[in-house]
């Protein structure tokens, strides 16, 4: 009795599923290429984040830079007026009686 029920409707369904999988593949490649153009979007955005994070690391390198030279140029100041007073000591210029 089943069978006739379903032959019954047979005819119907046909035009039905042929529609149903019409519908779906139309979404599915509007999909797809709304995935494209958000891909690139998505790409677009990673690309101008990555950059400002290399700007960020870029500019903090040279500040770091700028520090460490000025710790160093510090450094050698001091070891050139060490070095001079140790020339001089060693010369005999500061002392009049030198007991060694």
């Given amino acids: 009795m089943a069978e006739k029920g379903f032959k019954r409707f047979l005819p ?33 955005s990673t690309l101008e984040n990555l950059m400002v ?12 830079m700028d520090k460490k030279l000025t710790v160093i140029k510090t450094f ?8 001079l007073v140790f020339l001089l000591a060693t010369t005999g210029f500061f002392s009049v009686n030198c007991p060694w």
């Fill in 53 to 64: 994070k290399m700007e960020k690391k870029s500019q903090s390198n040279r500040e770091q």
């Fill in 12 to 44: 119907a369904l046909i035009p039905l599923i042929m529609e149903v999988m019409r519908r779906m593949k139309r979404d599915r490649i509007h999909d797809k290429e709304i995935e494209k153009i958000d891909q690139t979007q998505e790409k677009l």
């Fill in 76 to 83: 050698l100041i001091i070891n050139t007026i060490l070095l």
